[in-house]
């Protein structure tokens, strides 16, 4: 199994970026899907996730400004981000808990993505 994360880059303060994360691999199922980030020299936090049945949840400093979402059929999770601040920056990590496997044998894991930067000048 495997994370792809994408669409990070270098933004003004107030503009807007979407992340894009698809995993890949041999997927029987998908249950939750998270967003993290990590600032410099702070610890990893997380920012935004959302159930398999589309229930979100998120950190209080970006509720009304971010929306996670997902499209299940293409094991696909989002994270709008609107309203940016100097405080977003940071390399931004999806996360999954992934039900893989085939025929005879099936795992459950938790799988990060490689990261991608986020950069807010303010």
């Known amino acids: 199994v495997q994370l792809q994360a994408s669409g990070g880059g270098l933004v003004q303060a107030g503009g807007s970026l979407r992340l894009s994360c698809a995993a890949s691999?041999?997927?029987?199922?998908?249950?939750?899907m998270r967003w993290y980030r990590q600032a410099p020299g702070k610890q990893r936090e997380l920012v935004a996730s959302?159930?398999?049945?589309?229930?979100?949840d998120y950190a209080d400093v970006v509720k009304g400004r971010f929306t996670v979402s997902r499209e299940n059929g293409k094991k696909t999770v989002y994270l709008l981000m609107n309203s940016l601040k100097a405080e977003d920056t940071g390399v931004y990590y999806c996360?999954?808990?992934?039900?893989?496997?085939?025929?005879?044998?099936?795992?459950?894991?938790?799988?990060w993505g490689q990261g991608t930067q986020v950069t807010v000048s303010s």
């Open positions: 996360n999954a808990d992934v039900v893989s496997g085939g025929t005879w044998s099936r795992e459950r894991g938790d799988y």
């Open positions: 959302i159930t398999s049945g589309g229930r979100t």
């Open positions: 691999g041999s997927i029987l199922s998908i249950n939750d």
